[in-house]
């Protein structure tokens, strides 16, 4: 079943688009990405309260892998987040932002 909103997009019910359309989930699971191309048309389901956006395959662009340095810089990252701020240990969880320092350090569980 297709119908057209007012816009103009098609738009199909559940598990009805046609091949050669994907959501950007499954082109995430095929290793792809939209390659900056506007979605062409819209499935819908529990009576039109959700919907996600189909793109063409054909149009879809491999994804991007970081280098070296994006991948070190993200280690860093996420090992900042992981360090107190007062006692400067490196804990196995993310620091609560609302305390600014480990458990141990502010004196217990939240």
């Known amino acids: ?3 057209t909103n007012p816009a103009g997009f098609p738009t199909f019910a559940y598990r009805m688009a046609p091949n050669g359309l994907a959501t950007r989930r499954q082109l995430r699971a095929a290793g792809l990405r939209p390659g900056g191309h506007d979605p062409v048309a819209q499935i819908t ?14 149009l879809a662009a491999p994804k991007r892998v970081a280098t070296p340095a994006q991948r070190e810089a ?10 107190c701020g007062v006692c400067g240990l490196v804990q196995p969880y993310y620091i609560p932002r609302r305390y600014g320092c480990c458990l ?7």
């Open 74 to 83: 993200i280690n860093k990252a996420l090992r900042a987040r992981r360090t």
């Open 45 to 58: 389901w529990r009576r039109g309260k959700r919907v996600a956006y189909l793109y063409r395959l054909d």
């Open 1 to 3: 079943m297709t119908t």
């Open 104 to 110: 141990d350090c502010h004196g217990g569980t939240p």
